[in-house]
């Protein structure tokens, strides 16, 4: 199993302001999955970071929103920018298993408030 | 569209007592079906997991049931302990071009009185 790292474990933010959550794996990985977990809710990809080339974003998820940076085989982050208080949530880094990513190593989240 | 239905929302037992979540999915193409346990604060954890290929998977008290005929799936927590109150979601795993696409249900809460 890896061991993911994830900064910060809280934050509280103002409307307009931008964050960037920094997650860092013990272990060379290809791809990192960042998920967002609404209060109460289940986890949605947000997008797919592979290192050397842009990241791949799901559906209802946009660069300019949520940009992604992964310059090597074991450290990513994410922004999220212009926050507004429906941003407020649980954003988790993950990374898979190595050969098929089938199962899901998580980090413990960055809880996010935004006033 | 929800690819992955889970119930029950919330699941109140008693210690000792069987706990028991259920998950349907409606893709074929699914081939992996993982449960993951979410403590407060922490992120997932992966629990359990099984291939359509079985329709029982036993580890310890946890067990997964797979009726394959009824894309339905199910986790078992036997002799239930208050450690045990956390949330659960099951999740369905399918190749989608290079990688691999994980589709979680909405999650179970799950809570073991003393």
């Known amino acids: 199993s890896a061991v993911i790292s994830q900064k910060p474990s809280r934050d509280i933010c103002q409307r307009g302001t931008s964050l960037t959550i920094q997650c860092q794996v013990d272990?060379?990985?290809?791809?990192m999955f960042w998920y967002r977990q609404q209060p109460g809710q289940s986890l949605t990809l947000i997008a797919t970071?592979?290192?050397?080339?842009?990241?791949?974003?799901e559906s209802g998820f946009v660069i300019d929103k949520f940009p992604i940076s992964r310059p090597n085989l074991t450290f990513s982050t994410l922004t999220v920018s212009n926050m507004s208080p429906e941003d407020s949530s649980i954003y988790l880094c993950?990374?898979?298993?190595?050969?098929?990513?089938?199962?899901?190593?998580f980090g413990s989240g960055t809880q996010l408030s935004v006033l | 569209q929800q690819q992955v239905k889970q119930s029950p929302q919330s699941l109140i037992v008693q210690k000792g007592g069987i706990s028991i979540i259920n998950c349907a999915y409606e893709?074929?193409?699914?081939?992996?079906f993982p449960w993951y346990q979410q403590f407060p604060g922490k992120g997932p954890a992966l629990l359990i997991a099984?291939?359509?290929?079985?329709s029982e998977k036993k580890e310890g008290r946890f067990t997964i049931s797979f009726n394959k005929s009824a894309k339905q799936f199910s986790l078992h927590i036997m002799d239930s302990q208050p450690g045990d109150s956390a949330t659960y979601f099951c999740?369905?795993?399918?190749?989608?071009?290079?990688?691999?696409?994980?589709?979680f249900g909405s999650g179970t809460q799950l809570t073991v009185l003393p």
């Open positions: 272990s060379q990985v290809t791809m």
């Open positions: 999740a369905a795993t399918k190749v989608s071009g290079s990688a691999r696409q994980l589709t």
């Open positions: 893709n074929t193409a699914f081939d992996y």
């Open positions: 970071a592979n290192q050397g080339s842009e990241a791949t974003y």
């Open positions: 099984i291939r359509p290929d079985v």
């Open positions: 993950s990374v898979g298993s190595y050969g098929q990513n089938e199962k899901l190593f």
